[in-house]
Every structure is written in structure tokens, then in C-alpha cells.
């Protein structure tokens, strides 16, 4: 309850009772809005005990687990820290290691531009690490050669890749 208040006064909440057919409501009524925020909450807590980021106890007390505080601190998704949690182990090798990165959430939206293909591909013919059947068009196949180019200390030419480049350097610092 005390997180479905809080959200009554966000920008989302407002959003709500000025567009409820956005967000699938049937209606803009404080029933209807209530509903959805309550549902809203509890699918939140549900994956976020999943991921082992929040340990509910009593069925209302929510606590950090070691997971979502990393996560918290360094402003990481928590479907990454699930991906990070489940992947990683003691003798996970560089490629491994680089492959896990690149699946990140946060890499989600280093999108492919029509033509790019062909550049990444020639990025990853000349990178240390190959990777098993690339599909180009993948965002983390670009994030994969975005990295291993700037690893290598290997120059991007295009402006647009070397733009995307800065942007996956800086996410990849911080995870």
C-alpha cells in the first residue's frame, strides 16, 4: 500500500487519469486506477524476489538482498543482475565473461542500423575474440564489437558506430 501512495504522486500516476486507454485501463475511475497500481506493485515485487534482488517476508516486508543493493548502487537493471547471477562463474573464461556483458539489459537499446551490418561483421573479422554464428542484426553482437574494437584500440570511422561506441563504454564501466 505505502508504495501504491508514493506512486499516486508521480508523472506516471497523472498520466493514467489523462490517458487510461494507454495503459489498457477500462476505466479512469479511483477503483480502476487503484487496480492497476496495486497490480502493477505486485507483478514489480514478484520479479524482483525472482531475480533475488528483494526477499519478501510476512508477505509485506520487503528486504534488500545482496544482488538488488549492487544493483541500486551502480544503477544496474535487475534483469541484468539476473543474467550476471546465473551466468557468471569462478572459471568463466574472457570470451564468456564479454558474451555475459554484452547480454546485458542495458544494451537493449544499441540498436542496428540498416546497413550496419557489414561494418560490424568487418569489426568482428578483425577482433581477438570470434563468436559462434554472429547474427549481425543483434544488439549485443554490436555491443560485442563496439567493445572488442575498443579493447583492441582499434579505431571506428563511422561517426554513427563511434558515437555507439562512447555509449557502450560508459554502460559497460559502470556494470
Same mark, same amino acid.
Not at 549485443?140 to 564489437?145: D, E, F, M, Q, W
Not at 562512447?166 to 560508459?170: L, M, N, Q, R, S
Given at each position: 500500500q505505502d508504495a501504491v501512495d508514493y506512486l499516486t504522486w508521480t508523472f506516471m500516476y497523472r498520466r493514467? !487519469?489523462?490517458?487510461?486507454? +494507454? +495503459?489498457?485501463? &477500462?476505466?479512469?475511475?479511483?477503483?480502476?486506477? =487503484?487496480d492497476h497500481m496495486s497490480d502493477l506493485v505486485?507483478? !514489480?515485487?514478484? %520479479?524482483?524476489? $525472482?531475480?533475488?534482488?528483494?526477499l519478501v517476508e510476512d508477505g509485506m516486508d520487503l528486504l534488500p538482498l545482496n544482488l538488488?543493493?549492487?544493483a541500486s548502487y551502480y544503477y544496474i537493471s535487475y534483469t541484468t543482475m539476473e543474467i550476471f547471477a546465473s551466468s557468471l562463474a569462478a572459471k568463466t573464461k574472457?570470451?564468456?565473461?564479454?558474451?555475459?556483458?554484452?547480454?546485458?539489459?542495458? @544494451?537493449? %537499446? #544499441?540498436? #542496428?542500423?540498416?546497413g550496419e551490418e557489414g561494418q560490424v561483421q568487418k569489426i568482428l573479422a578483425h577482433s581477438p575474440i !570470434?563468436? %559462434? $554464428?554472429?547474427? @549481425? =542484426?543483434?544488439? =549485443?553482437?554490436? &555491443?560485442? $564489437?563496439?567493445?572488442?574494437a575498443h579493447f583492441s584500440r582499434r579505431p571506428i570511422k563511422n561517426a554513427d558506430l563511434a558515437a555507439d561506441q562512447?555509449?557502450?563504454?560508459?554502460k559497460s564501466t559502470r556494470m
Open positions: 493514467l !487519469t489523462q490517458n487510461p486507454n +494507454y +495503459y489498457n485501463l &477500462t476505466g479512469a475511475s479511483h477503483r480502476h486506477l =487503484s505486485e507483478n !514489480t515485487v514478484a %520479479d524482483l524476489e $525472482a531475480s533475488k534482488c528483494i538488488g543493493m549492487i574472457l570470451k564468456g565473461l564479454l558474451e555475459i556483458l554484452c547480454n546485458a539489459s542495458e @544494451f537493449g %537499446d #544499441v540498436m #542496428v542500423r540498416p !570470434t563468436l %559462434d $554464428a554472429p547474427k @549481425f =542484426s543483434e544488439p =549485443s553482437v554490436k &555491443t560485442n $564489437a563496439l567493445l572488442q562512447k555509449a557502450v563504454v560508459v
